[in-house]
């Protein structure tokens, strides 16, 4: 078996190859060339603890994967100098179920989280948009950063967070890093990130929308990779009642996000005006149909996208000379 650390995985997980993985990996659950059960959850209540566990099948002769990623939330971590989540993907050949390999889950799934919505970005968002907004500074704002920069010619880069010094250490650490563009600004509000953006990032943990739909530019596009429960909303109800609405995956994100949940609730949104992203790309849903229209993503996270991110680790680490065999 074949054990991928963290800084192998980011290695052998570059972000432009990632974007086309993430692509053949909405198109395969949109077709049916997948099966991705929503995760099963399992409390540990004694200790403020919870785990996620996320299988997926891929089928194809060229991408067919399989595999399974758990993942641990446990409340009182920080406050003992640990981590709050920890994560692993388990990999087992698809032909036979061998186990093998154990990757590192939270640089994967920070980079395909990364890598779908710029997957999206890439379909979506005007060919000449230039100026991005990342809202929040976090881990994920990084690779949403790197992602929309994979995909179109940014040159400015706008930045909000409310915690300042995390949002300066963000610039400090990212502006000019391998190839990123140099121009990174500290906003003073999201209102002001998003206010001159083709393209919005959000990656934050808000319950409430971060910014007005009256602060969009006509034509922007917009990713929502934070809210994973219904009661967290990081985008505008209005926004998402004016956009083309798309998915990575229907019963997922309705199921797990307030982005889609609450304008549903509301009346803002139908069923029918939900579309998967899988759907566009393969030509059974519409994408965007002109300069002024709003886009929208939201992004949930489905494990398909861990199981096609950690076959492409692996074919990368292979040729890499990547990772630590070990006997099992």
């Known amino acids: 078996m074949l054990i991928l650390n963290t800084d192998e995985v980011r290695q052998a997980l570059p972000m432009v190859d990632c974007v086309e993985a993430m692509k053949r990996a909405y198109v395969a659950l ?89 997957a999206a970005t890439d379909l979506l968002a005007r ?26 010619e940014i040159e400015t880069v706008w930045v909000y967070s409310p915690t300042a010094s995390r949002m300066e250490a963000f610039i400090q650490a990212m502006a000019g890093l391998d190839g990123l563009p140099g121009d990174l600004r500290a906003a003073r509000s999201a209102a002001e990130a998003v206010r001159d953006a083709d393209i919005v990032s959000a990656a934050t943990t808000s319950a409430q929308p971060i910014f007005d739909h009256a602060d969009l530019k006509a034509g922007a596009h917009v990713n929502g990779a934070g809210s994973y429960t219904q009661e967290m909303q990081e985008i505008p109800s209005e926004t998402v009642a004016a956009a083309l609405v798309t998915v990575d995956s229907r019963s997922a994100a309705t199921a797990e996000s307030g982005d889609i949940y609450m304008p549903l609730k509301q009346g803002l949104l139908r069923d029918e005006d939900i579309h998967e992203i899988g759907e566009v790309l393969a030509g059974s849903a519409p994408g965007r149909t002109d300069d002024g229209q709003i886009t929208f993503f939201k992004s949930v996270g489905v494990a398909v996208q861990d199981a096609v991110a950690a076959q492409l680790a692996l074919a990368n680490a292979k040729t890499m000379f990547l990772g630590t065999e070990v006997k099992f």
């Open 127 to 152: 060919r000449d948009a230039k100026t991005l907004a990342i809202i929040g500074a976090g881990v994920q704002a990084r690779t949403q950063l790197t992602a929309a920069c994979a995909v179109r």
């Open 30 to 118: 949109s077709t049916g060339a997948a099966e991705a059960p929503l995760r099963s959850r399992l409390q540990i209540a004694e200790h403020d603890g919870t785990a996620l566990f996320m299988p997926a099948f891929v089928a194809g002769e060229e991408d067919a994967a399989l595999a399974v990623k758990v993942v641990t939330l446990f409340e009182r971590n920080p406050a003992k100098g640990l981590p709050l989540i920890h994560a692993g993907v388990l990999v087992m050949d698809p032909e036979d179920g061998r186990l093998l390999a154990l990757l590192e889950g939270g640089s994967l799934t920070a980079i395909r989280t990364g890598a779908g919505c710029g």
